[in-house]
């Protein structure tokens, strides 16, 4: 996992309450993505970016937001958090959307809604 | 849209024997597949890709990839398994619509001393 560290590494937070996870890289790889791993359903696209400022939604965008101010990090808000968004959340970057390009993933943030 | 398909929820085998962890994947255009490994606790770790070439892959830790294009299949094998080969694993293809990984629902494996 090295070259892409996330924040916090567990968090336990109330409904209703906002909560922002982080996702920072040393690589300057353009884009990057939030995922969210529950069982039965493996990884779903959250938002992705494409460069600074540049984002747009995944599979299961609704009740989170983005924000990409600098390259090296990429923040994911869930604006009130609800129980069904217990989770863990991982954050991956890719040098190229190019087809031989894979992703470097980073430990992940396991979330806790209660 | 491009997809991959794990059949199986969890794999169980015995220490030293051979392990298959299948995929099939469905893509217009070629292929371009990846399996990813994830230890207890810890994120999606790269194992190997197949792009273009020879139909058998070699990856990370002894695993190897068999590409074949007339079942649309891409199995992950060893020869031998360890028990520190028990994780998730998953497989991924590239999406030629809009470039990103799609990845399969992840297969447990468990390996039994």
């Not at chain 1, 690589?27 to 984002?55: A, C, F």
């Not at chain 1, 994911?76 to 087809?99: D, K, M, N």
Request: hydrophobic share 30%; glycine share 8%; proline share 4%.
């Amino acid at each position: 996992d090295a070259g892409i560290t996330q924040s916090p590494r567990h968090k336990v937070t109330e409904t209703g309450t906002p909560v922002t996870l982080r996702c920072h890289q040393t690589e300057n790889h353009r884009y990057m993505y939030w995922y969210r791993q529950d069982p039965g359903h493996g990884l779903r696209l959250i938002h992705y970016s494409y460069g600074v400022k540049d984002t747009d939604k995944g599979e299961v965008s609704d009740g989170y937001s983005v924000s990409r101010s600098k390259t090296e990090d990429f923040l994911l808000t869930l604006e009130s958090a609800t129980s069904s968004q217990t989770s863990v959340y991982f954050c991956a970057i890719s040098e190229s959307e190019s087809r031989n390009y894979g992703y470097t993933f980073g430990s992940g943030t396991r979330l806790t809604v209660v | 849209a491009q997809s991959v398909a794990q059949p199986e929820d969890q794999v169980n085998v015995a220490e030293g024997n051979p392990l298959t962890v299948k995929c099939t994947y469905s893509v217009s255009g070629n292929p371009y597949l990846f399996w990813y490994v994830q230890y207890p606790n810890r994120g999606l770790q790269f194992l190997l890709k197949y792009i273009t070439g020879d139909n058998l892959v070699k990856g990370s830790y002894g695993f190897e990839a068999e590409f074949n294009k007339s079942q649309t299949s891409f199995h992950l094998k060893k020869p031998s398994a360890l028990v520190s080969d028990s994780a998730l694993y998953f497989c991924a293809v590239r999406d030629s619509g809009n470039n990103r990984l799609a990845f399969g629902k992840g297969n447990q494996v468990v390996v039994i001393p």
